[in-house]
């Protein structure tokens, strides 16, 4: 745990000095100074120097040297005792007169070695930084530092590589690897349920990655947006539910540990267990909470004033399956018992593989309260070394000490001894101990097993069981106030724990049973439950949805509004150019370039897909847009993606207040309610086939985890919960929100003008179809085209954006027909638009044309001296590293011209090639032969060096925002200064920054003829 935590914190220094960018506009992590490819990062330290941040380099880099001091300590420990454990050497296991192990040791004192010089030379280095910090002049000795540190590096990598060919060359070693392997993969496999189970945990928690990854420690970095009560309450439930979890899994480990001592060691007879027909009662569990749940399904529904036929629609065919595998499995196996009686099942006793499994069981239950302490060190390692708070570095130094210390006070508490088959593992030695001396009396797995033994364990299984479905059940049925109370990070660990201890729970218990007579019969030593719970459903769901179609309802897109109002004029009736051009003809705002120039600006806006992420950055840019004098008139069209069109939705509803709506929107409280519905009501739809009715608000009905979400958006921001509209407003523009179906690949688009895409053709059951030659956009459909005018009216605007931000497993994809509103049409499943295209710009490309169609019309129609239009793109792209320069590529040697020559499909399709594309279409909206026109708006591209207007965040260090749905202060801060920072225009991307359009002068008025 030592090593993970120093590692965790070596990761977060690293992100935060590979931001640190120097002059060469370029990434130079630590990491890359002393890995393998150390030679070639000689430079590093001189970026450093030059990227105005020299002192918080050197301050981070010798935090990293004290952290990988810590875990060269660990490794060097376990190292030691790997290379003492070795056999004596044979005559032809001797190098030149001293055995491997010798080797190894030297070897391994020769790493720790370089390990130290190594330090001593990073400490040089950052303190000369530091030293230097805001003098104009680059100390001299930066070059050598770096000289020398390659060296030490590279010859620390050929140590660690010349270690690792001794220790596996020398035979003691190599066997004890090969045993610990061998026997810690059989206990992994008895224990497989937990440990995967363990193993989400950790990937959630604790891998050092961006984007969706960085969900979960940004909903703990939330925790400090509400002291001292905010912290202490999700902080409080976090830990609780760890340690229940940490409880659940040690005893079901313990459980299981049982039933493998009595298997391998003991050799317990079957013919010794209970009779196999008494199994039908724990078989009889699911079935009977089938039954419960629909009960309330029809109470609930009733209540609702459902029909009977929509009653009828929330059971689906999954349910015949659910209820027919334990009915079938008992009726089976009542038919066979007679024919084939219990059998003996020979296997050679295996003391070492029981030992194993009872040690790998009850390292998971500590693991978990360790990923506990390693989150938080994954969590708030950058807060802690970037923007240091008190809490932000007590929470660090908490989940630090916590993690190294969590094995060392279990092992304290309860006495653990080496395990050997003839002796407990768990002893009560010490004062403290005792008190958990009823942990041995119930969980001790040697004990002699005894009828009253026997049915006391049964009982606490059962028990197990029913804790895991209260669980369940509260999150099925109140899934907003279960999520409001326990947070991300809680509602994650609990639901998760409850599902593993519920089917562990069950798969133990039946191993006190004899194998039922269906089982035997397959010559399998124990019931498949985890095949029967997991691996059928999903064949089946799969199979269905090939076949039959599947469940078309669990994902049917929500009906927010009655399509027959006044807001509902059919979108496809409007013709693109004509709305664009008056759309151009209503703006009065004119621009007045730095040459004097005034041009009429017509902005298009691409909004870039990124979660609440986007959503945020989206918001902001449009604010500081329409801060700038009239400009937010001149905003003709707008394209998202995701969470673009979330930030689209935002500003087009709630006007000035958006930047508050949208902080609402990213409470984790909503990201806690799709992880609800995710891991409890979408879970039970699928697999039970049963549409559990939650109650929100006093009113009851089936939500999936997109329609939480969604109805946690309109809660947060009211605004979004009116009716999906064909007007435009300032800011926005006409809005395009962009979706993919997943079933023909076709991107659709739910916007407020038709856009000219593929009409449909064949039978409503077979696929969308978007190609037609000669039409734009590419490969589109519109969803008016594919399930009537009416269907986009009968959408809220968070129905609307949600349909554009589905990102699979954190959201469905939403299904189609739908509702009395959206009942025709072709099938489709709707899902996040960037999996067609993520930036926004490839909707806006395809249009250009269109687009430049009507701001040619208006430049050939204007009145007198009114200013010519220029069509400007801004694009808002929320992911960093657009001011990253590439390293120059040099010639490519011949073997590595087939990998690197795929790279070049990729750049004909990025975000500067739809750029260009873009651009390129927009110079043609002066008419031909007039050369005022091309004179007059020429200016802003000769000054700015393109019409093309990007925000994008600088490199800088910062809290990377993540990819999801909540956002904590710190990601909000790094965003909103992200924002701030496009006032400058030295980013070096080749293009426009914000500032340069909201900083020149504008009027409401043409200049005077």
Not at 135 to 158: H, N
Request: hydrophobic share 50%; net charge neutral; charged share 15%.
């Amino acid at each position: 745990m030592l090593a993970a935590a120093s590692l965790l914190t070596i990761a977060g220094l690293d992100q935060l000095i590979g931001q640190a960018i120097g002059k060469d506009r370029q990434s130079h992590p630590l990491s890359g100074v002393i890995g393998l490819g150390a030679a070639t990062n000689v430079s590093s330290w001189a970026q450093w120097y030059t990227s105005g941040r020299a002192d918080a380099v050197g301050w981070w880099i010798l935090f990293s040297v004290a952290a990988d001091a810590l875990f060269v300590v660990a490794y060097a420990v376990i190292l030691l005792r790997l290379v003492a454990r070795a056999t004596p050497p044979a005559p032809s296991d001797m190098v030149a007169g001293h055995s491997w192990t010798n080797v190894s040791r030297l070897f391994l004192q020769l790493l720790i070695l370089l390990e130290a010089i190594e330090a001593v030379v990073l400490i040089v280095g950052a303190m000369t930084l530091l030293s230097s910090a805001g003098s104009a002049t680059q100390p001299p000795s930066l070059a050598l530092i770096g000289t020398i540190e390659a060296a030490v590096a590279t010859g620390k990598w050929i140590a660690f590589g010349l270690l690792v060919i001794a220790v596996l060359r020398n035979p003691g070693t190599r066997g004890v690897l090969w045993r610990v392997t061998r026997n810690m993969s059989q206990a992994v496999w008895v224990h497989r349920l937990s440990a995967v189970l363990v193993l989400a945990l950790v990937v959630l928690a604790c891998i050092p990655s961006d984007g969706v990854l960085d969900q979960l420690p940004d909903v703990q970095r939330q925790w400090l947006d509400d002291l001292p009560w905010g912290a202490v309450h999700y902080a409080g439930i976090a830990a609780a539910t760890l340690g229940l979890a940490a409880v659940g899994l040690f005893l079901l480990g313990r459980q299981r540990s049982r039933c493998s001592y009595d298997f391998r060691v003991r050799q317990y007879p079957e013919s010794a267990k209970l009779p196999a027909e008494r199994q039908w009662i724990w078989w009889s569990i699911p079935v009977v909470a089938w039954l419960v749940l629909a009960v309330w399904t029809l109470l609930a529904s009733l209540i609702a004033g459902a029909t009977w036929p929509a009653i009828m629609t929330q059971f689906d065919s999954a349910a015949a399956l659910f209820l027919g595998i334990p009915i079938a499995v008992i009726v089976v196996s009542a038919l066979l018992e007679r024919r084939r009686p219990p059998v003996m099942i020979d296997v050679e006793p295996d003391p070492d593989r029981a030992v194993y499994a009872w040690l790998f069981g009850d390292v998971l239950a500590v693991l978990v309260l360790c990923v506990g302490g390693l989150g938080l060190v994954r969590s708030f390692a950058g807060p802690t070394f970037l923007s240091p708070s008190g809490w932000a570095i007590g929470i660090f130094v908490l989940g630090f000490v916590s993690a190294v210390l969590w094995p060392l006070v279990v092992v304290g508490l309860t006495g653990y001894a080496r395990p050997a088959p003839d002796a407990g593992w768990l002893r009560i030695t010490s004062a403290p101990a005792r008190a958990l001396g009823w942990i041995n009396r119930w969980a001790d797995p040697t004990a002699t097993p005894t009828p009253a033994r026997s049915a006391r364990n049964r009982r606490g299984l059962f028990a197990l069981i029913c804790a895991g479905v209260a669980v369940i059940a509260l999150a099925l049925v109140f899934p907003a106030d279960f999520a409001a109370a326990l947070g991300g990070v809680g509602v994650t660990v609990a639901l998760i724990t409850a599902w593993g201890v519920i089917l562990g729970a069950f798969t133990v218990a039946l191993q006190d049973y004899q194998v039922l007579a269906v089982f035997r019969g397959l010559r399998l030593k124990a019931a498949p439950i985890l095949t029967l719970a997991i691996a059928l459903p999903l064949v089946f769901t799969i199979t269905g949805a090939s076949v039959w179609g599947g469940d078309a309802t669990a994902h049917a897109i929500r009906i927010g509004h009655d399509s027959t109002g006044p807001a509902s004029t059919p979108p496809a009736s409007r013709d693109m150019v004509d709305a664009l051009r008056g759309r151009i003809d209503a703006a009065r705002c004119y621009l007045t370039l730095p040459d004097g120039t005034v041009v009429k600006p017509v902005i298009i806006v691409a909004a870039e897909g990124g979660g609440i992420r986007a959503a945020y950055f989206t918001v902001k840019a449009l604010q500081k847009l329409g801060s700038a004098g009239c400009l937010a008139q001149s905003v003709a069209l707008s394209s998202g993606v995701s969470g673009g069109s979330l930030g689209l939705a935002l500003t087009k509803t709630s006007g000035g207040d958006a930047l508050a709506k949208v902080r609402a929107v990213s409470a984790q409280s909503v990201v806690a309610s799709g992880v609800t519905g995710l891991l409890a009501g979408d879970l039970v739809a699928g697999n039970l086939g049963m549409h559990v009715p939650s109650v929100m608000d006093g009113r009851i009905g089936w939500r999936d985890r997109a329609s939480l979400i969604e109805q946690g958006w309109i809660d947060a921001a009211p605004g979004l919960g009116r009716q999906f509209d064909v007007t435009p407003t300032d800011t926005t523009g006409y809005t395009l929100f962009n979706s993919t179906d997943a079933r023909s690949k076709c991107r659709v688009i739910i916007g407020q003008l038709a856009t000219g895409a593929a009409q449909l053709s064949g039978s409503d059951s077979s696929p969308v179809t978007c190609s037609r030659p000669g039409v734009q956009p590419a490969e589109t459909a519109d969803l008016a085209t594919i399930s009537g005018q009416q269907c986009p009216a009968s959408l809220d605007w968070a129905g609307a954006a949600m349909l554009s931000a589905r990102f699979p497993i954190i959201t469905p994809a939403g299904r189609l027909p739908s509702g009395s509103a959206c009942s025709e049409g072709k099938t489709v499943e709707l899902i996040d638009g960037g999996y067609a295209e993520g930036s926004a710009l490839g909707t806006v490309a395809d249009l250009a044309p269109t687009i430049t169609t009507a701001v040619r019309e208006y430049n050939l129609s204007r009145h007198g001296a009114e200013p010519f239009a220029l069509p400007l793109l801004l694009f808002l792209r929320n992911s960093s590293g657009f001011d990253l320069q590439a390293k120059e590529a040099g010639v490519v040697a011949e073997p590595l011209v087939p990998l690197e020559g795929r790279d070049a499909a990729s750049a004909q399709s990025d975000h500067r090639a739809l750029i260009q594309r873009i651009i390129a279409n927009f110079q043609r909206a002066c008419p031909a032969h007039s050369e005022a026109c091309a004179t007059q708006t020429e200016g802003f591209a000769d000054e700015y060096g393109s019409n093309a207007i990007v925000v994008s965040p600088f490199t800088r260090p910062t809290i990377a925002a993540p990819l999801g749905w909540a956002l904590s202060s710190y990601s909000v801060n790094s965003l909103s200064r992200a924002i701030d920072d496009a006032a400058k225009s030295d980013s070096g991307s080749g293009y426009a920054q914000l500032s340069d359009v909201t900083g020149l002068p504008t009027s409401s008025s043409p200049p005077a003829q």
